[in-house]
């Protein structure tokens, strides 16, 4: 089934109520587009709209949430990452506070409304700061299980959604671990360690690798911070050789995370699927992952030259 | 309340000589914006606000934030007064490596600090989160914020302070340590912000113009604004940078300049005549 993101974002806060009696929901003028309106209609103390004023929105966030309650700040990834970067590294970041980012519209998926819309950086720059944990959810499901690892946790975490709809990877609400990963295929030449909307891309690809007679490994390495790095390590070793594959630059997201890791303890050949130190532009989802090289026959491509490289290797 | 006022001032001299003392120790520190707001802190610390340093988490405890953050020595000579740590700490470490100190208030570091500040701008919305939990939850604290008027030059305190008054903050004091004076220059020829109170008024504010080193005209808006319902207040305090110290009043080079030896001795000489 394909379900929507953003409904499970609602689907959990409106589940949330039930068991959190802390937490509180803010936006900055996009509780409508974010399908919320019903959440707002029905707990509407529980819901603060900040207008159009996001730095205030995440400094008022670090505020609330010295008090005990637990903010969760909602919005377009743009809009709730970067733009107010400072504040979240000043008022949440350094003093450890207890504030959840949720962020919809994040990578080239955004599509149509184009570059200043599309979030390639987030991850980079979320990951960067000292205390923050970092989230992709890959379908509906792994929403909510984020969600709810999320609230069990005391700390700021960011998750990072796509802008629409996620084909479902999980039959049922999956486990989902800080530092935890899911390994989805188990083949022994090449691991795909992907997140988000690109493991579905990488499951696919692995099914094009199979086909000539090279077996995938399929990581989903939701936690991007931090990174299960036993895991990890495990697939490199096992198979020689990785591609990471993310909606976002390949500099210092998913990408830059394994290759830290695998730098350190266990250098391999690795390739990388994002976009390439470049902007989007506008066109629908499809379009621009083929345009931008996101697709599973990118990805199948990226898999047979880590798997050439490891053969050439002295 | 004149023999209290009288209190207050000798309060207030001691820790003007205490900020020069750590400030010159540390050889780093802002002396101008601190001595601005030493009148302020003396009468919310020692006369209004309901603080235990037992217990500085305390839940119901009222909430100050110094979005001027640059200005740390005041706070934490205040605070050190006030028995939240030794006083020892403020002339033993203020700057230095592994210290509680730091250079900006830290909330993790420094017993009593409420918000960790320092970037300029940020701590109003700080203030503000904090007073719509005091909302949200019933409780009856009030949470004070000292914003500089230098500071006014950006952007997010008026993002905060329409945010404000729509949450309907009312457990909100927002003081404006109007001293005239920035990093670079005069607050006119830095930015011209024109006439500040008009400003808050606009955005819905209670507003009142005050002395800032003046307790007997201070602590009275203090409770005024206290009781005053329905939307934040805001104090705009007139003062004078360097405050108490002749040579390093209404100039600008004293806004973050550590003094040498002469000016050091001076300028406690002159602060305890």
């Known amino acids: 089934m394909i379900r929507s993101f953003r409904d499970a974002l609602r689907d959990s806060l409106m589940a949330l109520v039930e068991t959190n009696k802390d937490f509180v929901v803010l936006n900055a003028d996009s509780a409508r587009v974010l399908n919320l309106d019903i959440f707002k209609a029905t707990y509407p103390d529980r819901i603060f709209c900040y207008g159009i004023s996001e730095a205030d929105m995440l400094s008022a966030a670090a505020g609330l949430s010295t008090t005990g309650i637990v903010p969760i700040v909602v919005g377009f990834s743009m809009f709730v990452t970067e733009k107010p970067f400072e504040q979240i590294r000043q008022s949440i970041c350094y003093p450890n506070l207890n504030v959840k980012i949720i962020a919809t519209h994040a990578g080239l998926c955004v599509g149509q409304d184009g570059a200043t819309h599309q979030t390639l950086e987030d991850l980079t720059v979320m990951r960067s700061l000292p205390n923050m944990k970092v989230f992709v959810a890959a379908d509906a499901a792994q929403t909510t299980a984020a969600i709810q690892a999320m609230m069990a946790y005391k700390g700021p975490c960011y998750l990072r959604l796509g802008r629409d709809t996620a084909q479902d990877l999980y039959e049922s609400q999956p486990e989902f671990r800080i530092g935890g990963s899911d390994l989805l295929r188990d083949g022994g030449d090449v691991t795909l360690a992907a997140c988000g909307l690109m493991v579905d891309q990488s499951l696919q690809a692995a099914e094009l690798l199979a086909a000539e007679g090279i077996q995938a490994t399929v990581l989903n390495l939701y936690s991007v911070k931090p990174l299960d790095e036993q895991m990890l390590l495990a697939q490199a070793q096992k198979t020689g050789a990785l591609v990471t594959v993310e909606d976002h630059t390949v500099l210092g997201g998913l990408g830059g995370a394994v290759a830290e890791t695998l730098a350190r303890y266990l250098p391999t050949p690795i390739e990388f699927v994002g976009t390439q130190d470049t902007f989007g532009e506008s066109g629908t989802q499809d379009e621009l992952f083929q345009k931008y090289g996101l697709t599973a026959i990118h990805i199948a491509n990226a898999a047979r030259r880590a798997v050439a490289r490891k053969a050439t290797r002295t | ?273």
């Open chain 2, 1 to 273: 309340m004149q023999r209290e006022y009288d209190k207050y001032r000798k309060i207030a001299r001691e820790l003007r000589v205490s900020v020069l003392d750590m400030v010159y120790k540390a050889r780093s520190g802002h002396l101008g914006g601190a001595f601005s707001i030493i009148e302020v802190l003396t009468a919310l610390y020692f006369h209004e606000m309901r603080v235990n340093p037992k217990e500085p988490h305390d839940p119901e405890r009222d909430r100050f934030v110094l979005s001027k953050g640059h200005t740390a020595p005041a706070l934490y000579v205040t605070l050190a007064y006030a028995g939240f740590f030794p006083k020892e700490r403020l002339f033993d470490s203020f700057r230095s490596v592994d210290s509680i100190l730091q250079g900006h208030p830290d909330m993790k570091k420094t017993p009593g600090i409420d918000m960790t500040s320092g970037s300029l701008g940020i701590g109003l919305s700080n203030a503000a989160g904090m007073a719509l939990s005091g909302k949200i939850r019933g409780k009856d604290y009030t949470v004070y914020c000292m914003v500089g008027d230098g500071e006014l030059d950006e952007g997010q305190i008026w993002e905060a302070a329409a945010t404000a008054v729509c949450q309907g903050l009312d457990n909100l004091i927002v003081f404006v340590d109007l001293n005239g004076l920035q990093n670079d220059d005069l607050t006119c020829n830095v930015k011209n912000l024109g006439d500040i109170p008009a400003k808050w008024r606009a955005f819905g504010w209670d507003v009142t113009e005050v002395d800032g080193h003046c307790f007997e005209t201070l602590i009275p808006a203090i409770d005024l604004a206290k009781r005053h319902k329905g939307s934040p207040s805001v104090i705009i305090c007139n003062t004078v940078k360097g405050k108490g110290v002749s040579f390093m009043e209404n100039e600008v080079v004293w806004h973050g300049k550590t003094p040498n030896e002469a000016e050091y001795k001076a300028a406690r000489e002159e602060l305890l005549r």
